[in-house]
T-cell receptor, first 111, second 112 residues
Framework: DAGVIQSPRHEVTEMGQEVTLRCKPI?????LFWYRQTMMRGLELLIY????????DSGMPEDRFSAKMPNASFSTLKIQPSEPRDSAVYFCASSAAAEAFFGQGTRLTVV | GENVEQHPSTLSVQEGDSAVIKCTYS??????FPWYKQELGKGPQLIIDIRSNVGEKKDQRIAVTLNKTAKHFSLHITETQPEDSAVYFC???????????FGSGTRLQVQP
């Protein structure tokens, strides 16, 4: 398996624009997580899905953030409108049991 | 919710020396404790984990210990090598919650 695949790897956008980050989990994994990594806050959970259903979205910063998982092999994290403080590395991870496996991340820069 | 504290934030050792990173957690229901290594520009990679029914686990030069009473767990790296240089994260979770709570990370630098 190719592991968790995220796209794009890098995204630079202007403030106010919509940004969509994509994730393909490992085949057979039934849980998917979105994390955000910054120097100030470290790795923080934004939302996670179990069997394509959002279970805990308490980490989503505000209504500008939304996440979907239309099927077992695809998830998106959308920011609309984006702001400079959203600049971070966003990671997707998936798991079938206790172990979680991370993608390479998307580095988002909002200017 | 769970809170995981990690120390130190930075650690510099000479090649061949041992490195120890320590974490504490707050939720007594937590029963799974993984460690991740993150190299520059990459995602965190699982390197070792331990469950609450085990006190110690080893994998070659890496070992993890768990003290459930004190809510402490530690990562031990022996005979460090320059390629061990990276940021290491501890994490914790319980069976009722699928998601991991991470520590703040330790930047390990192994001097050749």
């Amino acid at each position: 398996d190719a592991g968790v695949i995220q796209s794009p790897r890098h995204e630079v956008t202007e403030m106010g624009q919509e940004v969509t980050l994509r994730c393909k989990p490992i085949s057979g994994h039934n849980s998917l997580f979105w994390y955000r990594q910054t120097m100030m806050r470290g790795l923080e959970l934004l939302i996670y899905f179990n069997n394509n259903v959002p279970i805990d979205d308490s980490g989503m910063p505000e209504d500008r953030f939304s996440a979907k998982m239309p099927n077992a092999s695809f998830s998106t994290l959308k920011i609309q409108p984006s702001e400079p403080r959203d600049s971070a590395v966003y990671f997707c991870a998936s798991s079938a049991a206790a172990e979680a496996f991370f993608g390479q991340g998307t580095r988002l820069t909002v200017v | 919710g769970e809170n995981v504290e990690q120390h130190p934030s930075t650690l510099s050792v000479q090649e061949g020396d041992s490195a120890v990173i320590k974490c504490t957690y707050s939720d007594s229901a937590s029963n799974y404790f993984p460690w991740y290594k993150q190299e520059l520009g990459k995602g965190p990679q699982l390197i070792i984990d331990i469950r609450s029914n085990v006190g110690e686990k080893k994998d070659q030069r890496i070992a993890v210990t768990l003290n459930k009473t004190a809510k402490h767990f530690s990562l031990h790296i022996t005979e460090t090598q320059p390629e061990d240089s990276a940021v290491y994260f501890c994490a914790a979770k319980d069976t009722g919650r699928r998601a991991l709570t991470f520590g703040s990370g330790t930047r390990l630098q192994v001097q050749p």
